[in-house]
């Protein structure tokens, strides 16, 4: 393993990397900590086309640049190696020439979270816990109940009693022991922290376990792998608590470290304007909470846990952030799934929604690579799929009826 | 294109493989076709380690078993690829010793049929047609949908009014024309073809279009890759009209014709006891139309239009065929979600429900190597989901409250 230490984001004082250390030690600071790597060692023990030799498609290949021995234990559902696709109808729709979509819906529970929580399971293994859990209503839960359920973990989920019933019979196919809290997010998340200390259990929660991130960066691994090691000119995807824009701003940064990049994309941060207390924080420099009015649930996030380490990546990337109203989401959706053949969830489709509105306001031009993360299924939320489209033609079982139809929806002979 | 020709399975009659035809030229016989294939040829083309080597990770790299010319236009969205889990905990649960499990649920619309579909899209490439069309309640729907939408074809597809409306989303995000008709599923095929007949758009009616299958097959490429060129003792998947066990016969005889492998696996086909048309036909020699009721819709074919391709499969494999009631199909559901983190649909997980009923009546035996292929994902249909778990515990957001619940529940301090 090459991990030296860990650092804390905001003092600064560095732990070793065992376990049971979460957030930093120091009780007045408790601040986030980052995990730090010799990457002069990565880079002696491995270069790029050994690497792209692997046969082995899941992120494990980039097992060389993850906080885990060699040797551990590994859960039993495969991540990662998701399709990158150039979509060029859907660019040509958009006006852009080279727009691409990473479809991170493909990974086995079906979110880009899946990533994060196979890395979970395996510090866990590493730490010999035998319960993991978490605090989430939406795709960090299911994820981490169907990796722990594969790798038969006892996996305790901490849910507000409002979670729509889709997501919380996901949790519960996998066996999760479901505590439905009848308060607010917050409650639940309080309720949940309380519990893990008590009992021991490994905490999965983004906002506090700094190994997640480290999971999350494979995705700009990938994409980085897929695109033959070139850089595109930018990475677009949503922002909810933070975690996963800066990990893939890590990822890219891994990359330059070890000199197998010469920079890093620019990163475009979107989020909903109902909900965008990041982008704020961008402009002011001052995190304040925000009210969580936008259908993209998993992106529906007032107090973020992570900002801070989020808008480090889009201004050491030389980024930027929009916000996109439901609106604008919906709209995505429709585009995404017309002219790619890709559904989204309304999070997993707000990325592409501010590639169009940065196009729109002239912070990206046609010409340039885009890159927009597709982080979640549509089939996770189907009421948001069906508000986003009309309804079908209805008839009786007469031809007449149908040709009515075809004729005003302009079909004829092939 | 290593295909010879088309051959009837009802007359014999042979037919050249061009677009326009489908089914039997006969008109008074008008019998479903197979494709064959210049075995020879391809075995000169191609061996086992060449194969084995390709970076293509899709259902293409078995290009050379396909009828479709090597440099078509194939559909933007990838197919197949999917993983081959061996789930041992699982089969420890059922006292199986070697049970694996392929989820074709992380195919791009989440099922099985993307194989089919992405056939039948070049298919209509090839054929020049700017429109494709079915009709169908499901993931045939959905699937076809989908890959048109990443090609650009215009699709039409036919559903009885009765159609959930999640499948009915997920179409019209792909921008599918949607006709819901207000009749049963048989009026609605009918119309399907009349229309499809009218206009000259491709059929992909599975019943009629004998490419389908060629797609299909690809399962049994990838598993006996997967396995390394080895046969398992049994591959259990669950039956519908037919055709998808139909293709994996086809797959499996594929690999023996090339001499890559030298016998093909027993196969076990699996219907609800609620609709189980193939199994009774399998017993007494005469198909007659059943009922439809079960909760596994993709499954609930009353009157399944690929009989004798699937008994055939069946017998000349010397496998055998068993049926499971709703309730194994919901327990097949919770065992697969708890002991390898997999969430299937109803019919998705018939398979395997089938491999328990054969290994508790004897048929199998606890020391064969198994292949349960999961055919579609359990988000394509929540509320089946929700119906086979129990809810969850509901507390206020107080920590005595929940510790009376981790109480009942055995869990304790790590």
Aim: aromatic share 6%; glycine share 12%.
């Amino acid at each position: 393993m090459e991990v030296t230490q860990l650092r804390c984001i905001k003092c600064g004082r560095t732990h070793e990397p065992t376990t049971d250390v979460l957030t930093c030690s120091d009780r007045a600071c408790g601040g986030l900590l980052d995990v730090e790597y010799d990457y002069r060692s990565i880079a002696r023990t491995v270069d790029r086309d050994a690497l792209s030799a692997s046969s082995d498609r899941t992120m494990w290949r980039y097992g060389v640049f993850l906080p885990l021995g060699p040797d551990s234990r590994r859960p039993g559902l495969q991540v990662g190696g998701t399709p990158l696709y150039r979509t060029r109808h859907l660019g040509r729709a958009l006006g852009l020439d080279d727009l691409w979509v990473k479809d991170e819906g493909l990974n086995p529970t079906a979110s880009l979270k899946d990533r994060a929580s196979a890395v979970a399971v395996t510090r866990a293994f590493e730490g010999s816990f035998a319960t993991v859990a978490c605090a989430s209503t939406g795709n960090a839960a299911s994820s981490l109940a169907g990796y722990a359920a594969s790798a038969r973990l006892r996996c305790v989920i901490f849910v507000p009693s409002r979670a729509p019933e889709g997501k919380v019979a996901q949790l519960l196919i996998f066996g999760a022991t479901v505590i439905s809290v009848e308060g607010s997010y917050e409650q639940t998340f309080t309720l949940s922290e309380k519990a893990i200390e008590e009992h021991g259990w490994y905490n999965r929660n983004a906002a506090i376990n700094p190994y997640l991130i480290e999971g999350k960066k494979t995705v700009a691994f990938e994409l980085a792998e897929q695109l033959g090691w070139t850089v595109p000119d930018w990475v677009a995807v949503s922002v909810g608590d933070g975690c996963t824009i800066a990990g893939i701003y890590k990822g890219f940064r891994d990359l330059v470290q070890v000199g197998w990049l010469d920079r890093i994309p620019r990163l475009l941060g979107v989020q909903a304007e109902g909900c965008a207390p990041v982008v704020r924080a961008l402009g002011t420099g001052r995190l304040e909470p925000a009210d969580e009015d936008t259908l993209a649930d998993s992106i529906a996030v007032g107090k973020p846990r992570n900002p801070d380490k989020a808008i480090h990546a889009v201004r050491a990337s030389h980024g930027t952030m929009v916000t996109v109203s439901d609106d604008e989401i919906f709209e995505a959706m429709r585009l995404l799934g017309r002219y790619a053949g890709i559904f989204g969830e309304p999070a997993g489709v707000t990325g592409l929604a501010g590639v169009r509105r940065a196009f729109k306001g002239g912070l990206i031009a046609s010409g340039e690579r885009i890159i927009s993360i597709m982080t979640g299924n549509g089939l996770k939320d189907i009421a948001s799929g069906t508000r986003a489209v009309a309804p079908p033609a209805r008839i009786p079982p007469e031809y007449e009826a149908l040709e009515g139809v075809l004729r005003a929806a302009g079909i004829g002979r092939d």
